[in-house]
């Protein structure tokens, strides 16, 4: 099921829309940086992403009900399309509008809010049950590897190309990934359920927690969600360019270093758990809280190493079991939602995932700076080890 023309045209399209995504960031912190000369401006880009994204999430629910899953894909990209066509445009004419950029940006991220979870729902319509941790593994894959090549990729484009041209080459991709997204099958996994009664927009918002709060096994599901999104804080490139300065004594280089070790961990685990899909689908609840143990000690080790080429194994190490740690909650989440409410299980999810996430990002800074960058990793540590409890309740479930 995996080789079908419908999983080519998902996996190829969300690609291109991934690659476009990273290159859209990489241009706008330059564009910010070109009109602004100010770190600052360049640090709110993403919390106007996150805040968009959460808000988008917390409405998704609406939207789902009115549109299929491939509707949603589709119109994302264009309408992405569309503005870093006019966003092109603007920095052509050199109109250095910064709130113009942001409010872009802020679009932009809105519409990236129900586009994954539409993605994530969309996935058990086209594949069969019994292949879905091969298809959570491939596309996990997939996205890493874009994702680390478009970072590389992005800074080199833009010193070489300008910002105007990587977001014409940006739009282009965004192109790409909206045909691909058209040609999708109208799966029936993907129309949205009708009512028996028309509910209120209150209602609509809150079907997808009510289904979280009526399932044990979810709400399990939700809180190591919570817990790990609090904990990987420490991951983000503000904490770590403190780590490698302070902790390790490196240079700048050490951080790239760092992020490139965390990435082959990730794309690892993405290519094992496709490679042996079957046999981890039969045991997703007995690994999950394995992968969690192990990314809390590759944490723990992490964060108290002084040694440069330990902190590479102990970042492919937390790499590896994040990225199967990411695949297993996300089949377990397939396999207890019916297709027709799996988007909006996902947008709640989403929205869990981006505020805790945000909200700590902005803290995380503030605690390293008070208590040092050792006690971060320790609290992010003891963090991912209580997620464990959660995760061994899913057994029972």
Known sequence: MMKTRAFRYLWVGQALANGGDVLFIVAVIA?????????????????????????????APLILDRFHLKNLLFYSQCFKTALLVVLSLLLFLNTENL?????????????????????????????????????????????????????????????????????????????????????????????????????????????????????????????IYAIESA???????????IYVDQQLGRGEEWWGFINGAFFIGLIAAGVLLLKTHRFF?????????AALLFTS?????????????????????????DGMKVILLQTAVQHSVSPERLGKVFAAQGAVTTLIFGL??????????KFGIELVFIVSAILLLLAVIPAVRLKGN
Do not use: H
């Open 281 to 289: 689908s039969g045991n997703v609840y007995r690994w999950l809280p």
């Open 99 to 223: 709130l113009a950029v942001f409010l872009l940006v802020c679009c932009v991220a809105f519409l990236d809010g129900w586009a994954l979870p539409a993605r994530n729902a969309f996935v058990p319509s086209i594949v069969r049950r019994e292949d879905l941790m091969g298809a959570n593994g491939f596309l996990s894959t997939v996205d890493q590897a874009v994702q680390f090549s478009a970072w590389a990729f992005g800074g080199m484009l833009v010193a070489f190309a300008g910002v105007e041209w990587t977001l014409v080459l940006t739009s282009f991709l965004f192109l790409a990934s909206s045909l691909m997204m058209y040609s999708l099958p109208m799966n029936s996994g993907g129309i949205p359920m009708k009512q028996e009664k028309e509910l209120s927009f209150a209602a609509k918002m809150a079907e997808g927690w009510g289904d979280i709060w009526r399932s044990s096994r979810l709400t399990n599901i939700f809180f």
């Open 297 to 321: 000690m590759a944490t723990l080790f992490f964060g108290l190493t002084s040694i440069a080429l330990l902190s590479l194994v102990f970042s492919v190490v937390f790499g590896f079991f």
């Open 31 to 59: 564009a910010v940086f070109n009109i602004t000369e100010s770190a600052l401006m360049m640090s709110i880009i993403p919390v106007v992403i996150t805040f968009s994204r959460f808000i988008s999430s917390v409405i």
């Open 231 to 241: 904990a990987t804080v420490v991951w983000i490139a503000a904490i770590l360019y």
């Open 360 to 369: 700590f990002s902005l803290g995380a800074g503030f605690f390293t700076e």
